[in-house]
């Protein structure tokens, strides 16, 4: 059976010819040709997420999970996967994803999807206009702004996309509310 390969491609690229290897960033090129900067703090706790959500929606406890896997391991590390603060090695995702009955690339596509795709309750956000901006309820949001784009690579996308939980937790950062910050955040992509 032949796997479709998925629009988006996620590779690794140098920050410029001849830098180091330390120096390389995580990039997913769509088929329109347009980079997006992989958060990859995001995409973990999305992984994690997801991982959760199959476990509930078979009705098991982390316990019982574990009693599934082909090695044991500890139910803190199992929360920690599911909370997205500890990277899954890829034979450990596949060991639980079999576990669970799901095929690893269809768990690894939702979570790209959620990622990097454009989804109802995401928002594309260019930092640079944030950073430009100058509303005074948004000052919080431009000092992250600034500072997300002083850490990234200088040939970095400055478009990232902001889900629900982030844009709740940057409007109460701003002392708005989440439907008043996301009309902001709008006015400003267009």
Known sequence: MRVQMPTYIHMKTRIGPGE?????????????????????????RILGDELRKLRRQRGWTRKELNQHLQSEISLQTLATYELGTRQCSVV????????MDELPQDLLAKV???????????VR??????????????????RWAEDRLNRAAPVAST????DLSALERMAELC?????DLVGRLRKLAS
């Open 20 to 44: 180091p290897a330390s120096k390389l960033r995580d990039v997913a090129w769509s088929g329109r040709g347009r980079g997006v900067l992989i958060d990859a703090e995001t995409y973990q």
């Open 92 to 99: 450990r995702l596949v060991e639980l994803c079999v576990a």
């Open 112 to 122: 790209h999807r959620r990622v990097v795709v454009d989804e109802p309750g995401r």
């Open 125 to 142: 956000v260019d930092l640079t206009k944030v950073i430009a901006d100058a509303q005074p309820e948004l000052l919080p949001l431009r």
């Open 159 to 162: 478009e990232i996309q902001l």
């Open 175 to 179: 002392g708005i509310p989440t439907v």
